[in-house]
T-cell receptor
Framework: DAGVIQSPRHEVTEMGQEVTLRCKPI?????LFWYRQTMMRGLELLIY????????DSGMPEDRFSAKMPNASFSTLKIQPSEPRDSAVYFC????????????FGPGTRLLVL | RKEVEQDPGPFNVPEGATVAFNCTYS??????FFWYRQDCRKEPKLLMS?????NEDGRFTAQLNRASQYISLLIRDSKLSDSATYLC??????????????WGLGTSLAVNP
């Protein structure tokens, strides 16, 4: 069975450019999470969805970040405009049944903003 | 005090050694606890959940001490393949409907030949 799929795996862009990260959760999972990981701050939850509906976006850093989940099998995280401080690894994860259930992570997208 | 605190390490141990990590949490009403493992440049993966009575899975034992608000992870007979970062995760009692897992920064373990 396929796990969580993320694309691209690596992204290098210049400051000011738009970045779009993509995620396909495990089929049947009803929760989807977007995390950002840096050495200094560790793993930070940006936003999560339940049945395609955003539940908590309090972790989204600022208006430059937006996330959508148009259907149960696809989500995007967009950064516009990107800044060097956005450089991090962005993980998507999904779970079945709740926030406290096992979260299955995708391989992550390594973003470098120059 | 941080919500979840871990000793970042690194812990350097020889193969076959027993090593233990602690993780403290600040919310006394926290509901459930987990240990995730993250290999270098990989995604986190659930290692084990932590039950109030403790939990054992082969060489790994997790325990919860609610009175002192910490959870522990014990690894016996450590293997080279145990080298990774171990993330402590706490599920706090929700305020309203908002629930988010709280992730520690991780403890780095290096098992040496």
């Amino acid at each position: 069975d396929a796990g969580v799929i993320q694309s691209p795996r690596h992204e290098v862009t210049e400051m000011g450019q738009e970045v779009t990260l993509r995620c396909k959760p495990i089929s049947g999972h009803d929760y989807l999470f977007w995390y950002r990981q840096t050495m200094m701050r560790g793993l930070e939850l940006l936003i999560y969805f339940n049945n395609n509906v955003p539940i908590d976006d309090s972790g989204m850093p600022e208006d430059r970040f937006s996330a959508k989940m148009p259907n149960a099998s696809f989500s995007t995280l967009k950064i516009q405009p990107s800044e060097p401080r956005d450089s991090a690894v962005y993980f998507c994860a999904s779970s079945l049944g709740g926030v406290g259930e096992t979260q299955y992570f995708g391989p992550g997208t390594r973003l470098l903003v120059l | 005090r941080k919500e979840v605190e871990q000793d970042p390490g690194p812990f350097n141990v020889p193969e076959g050694a027993t090593v233990a990590f602690n993780c403290t949490y600040s919310n006394s009403a926290s509901q459930s606890f987990f240990w995730y493992r993250q290999d270098c440049r990989k995604e986190p993966k659930l290692l084990m959940s932590v039950y109030s009575s403790g939990n054992e899975d082969g060489r790994f034992t997790a325990q919860l001490n609610r009175a002192s608000q910490y959870i522990s992870l014990l690894i016996r007979d450590s293997k080279l393949s145990d080298s990774a970062t171990y993330l402590c995760v706490v599920n706090p009692r929700p305020a309203g409907n908002n629930r988010k897992l709280i992730w520690g920064l991780g403890t780095s373990l290096a098992v040496n030949p």
